[in-house]
C-alpha cells in the first residue's frame, strides 16, 4: 500500500511542475512616463531564447546569424546592443504576442513559455519611442525562487527629444564635413 501511494503521489506532481515550469510565465510591461500619451502603444514580444536543462539560455536557431551569445552579455551596454541587432532581426513569423498598452501605459503577456523574449515597440505612436529590451522567463529572485510573473519597465523616450538630438548630430555632421572640404 505504501509503494502504491507513493508511486500515485509521483504521478501527481510530475505534471504539476512540468506546468508550472513552462507556459505559465507572464510578462507585465509598464512604460515609463515621459510626459505623453501611453495608451495605445502597440508593444511586441519575440521569444528570441529558450532556457535549456541545467539552466543555460541560448538563442534560438533562426538567430544564430546574429551573432548574439546570451552568455557574452554581462553588462547593460551588452544588453541593449543585443537587443537593437535582435530587433533587427526578428520576422513577423515569430512574434509571439502583440498588444495595445491601457491608460496606465501597461500591457501583459501571459501563458508564455520558458525562454528569453524581445520586447519592442510595434510602430510609432504619440507616447514616443520605446527602447527594445530582453525578459528572462523565469529569471532567479532574491530569494532563490524561480519568478514566472515578470514585470518589466520600459525606456521610452520623447519622439521630440529624438528629433533634436538627430538634428544637432546632423548639424554637426554637416560643419564637420564643410571644415573638412575647406
Known amino acids: 500500500f505504501c509503494l502504491m501511494f507513493i508511486l500515485l503521489l509521483q504521478l501527481c506532481l510530475v505534471p504539476a511542475v512540468s506546468q508550472a515550469a513552462n507556459g505559465q510565465g507572464k510578462i507585465q510591461v509598464q512604460l515609463n512616463d515621459i ?8 508593444v511586441e514580444c519575440y521569444q528570441v531564447g529558450e532556457l535549456k536543462d541545467g539552466g543555460e539560455y541560448l538563442l534560438l536557431d533562426e538567430y544564430k546569424q546574429t551573432g548574439v551569445d546570451f552568455s557574452d552579455i ?6 541593449r ?8 532581426a ?9 498588444d495595445k498598452t491601457a491608460a496606465d501605459g501597461t500591457v501583459s503577456f501571459e ?5 528569453i523574449y524581445l520586447i519592442k515597440q510595434g510602430a510609432k505612436a504619440e507616447y514616443g519611442i520605446m527602447q527594445a ?3 528572462y ?18 525606456k521610452g523616450e520623447n519622439m521630440e527629444s529624438t ?10 555632421g554637416s560643419s564637420t564635413e564643410e571644415q573638412k572640404t575647406k
Open 35 to 42: 510626459g505623453t500619451v501611453r495608451e495605445g502603444v502597440v
Open 74 to 79: 554581462k553588462t547593460a551596454e551588452d544588453h
Open 81 to 88: 546592443n543585443a537587443a537593437e541587432i535582435l530587433e533587427k
Open 90 to 98: 526578428v520576422k513577423p513569423s515569430g512574434l509571439s504576442h502583440s
Open 111 to 115: 501563458n508564455l513559455d520558458d525562454g
Open 133 to 135: 529590451f530582453f525578459v
Open 137 to 154: 522567463v523565469p529569471y532567479t529572485g532574491t530569494d532563490g525562487a524561480f519568478v514566472y510573473d515578470v514585470k518589466a519597465n520600459a
Open 163 to 172: 528629433a533634436q538630438t538627430t538634428q544637432t548630430t546632423e548639424t554637426s
